[in-house]
């Protein structure tokens, strides 16, 4: 069974579960989701020490590890799978995840849709679930359940998996929200970077600045003669 909250009334919901030592947290892209409740309704500290415990999980992230222990996945990103019929290329979203273990109906097309809920639902902000259109619900209800079946369908834990999560969310936030730098260090170390090439007097550095600067004055006067 899944059951739909609002913010408002789920929020309460995940601070009960995410600070239970026995609850695993799992989900797609999860380092997104936790990003979000972190930031936005103060629980950075509570989602910290869920991924400082091991019990955040993955299903993207699992499946490209057990993609790199089989030997499907090379460094480019680039493999294919056998899916009982055919080869298909590696593809790591819910809706392809769903697709390989199969699980439910094929949705790639409707995740891809413009109009899909899973880029709207911030219209049903406030708005009583039981009055939520029906494909917003079933699509949200799908999200939670098909993650579930996926996460059971990869088998058992994962070597690194959770070292994996804790990196990816690490990640996440860096590049959400940049990274922290002491101001008089960074003028040192810019100040430094500038004087560098005059410090070094490098002949070969000297003359590409030369080169450069003759190629834009030449440059200039083509411009001119135009």
Known sequence: TVNLLIAVDAVPVFKALITDPTVIIVGQNTAYDLAVLAVNYGLMDEVLAAYSAGRVRDTKIRQELLDIAAGRLNAGGHSMYWDGHKYKPTAYSLAALEQRYKIGPDRVAQKKDANAWRLRYAELDDVPVDLWPPEAS????????????????????????VEQCQAAFALHMTSARGICVDP???RKNETVRCRLPAAHGHRHHRQGLENHFQSRAAARQTRRAR
Request: proline letters at 7%; zero cysteines; glycine letters at 8%.
């Open 138 to 161: 079933e699509s949200a209800r799908a999200d939670a359940l098909n993650t579930l079946l996926v996460y059971n369908a990869q088998g058992g834990a994962v070597p690194d998996e």
């Open 184 to 186: 008089p260090s960074r």
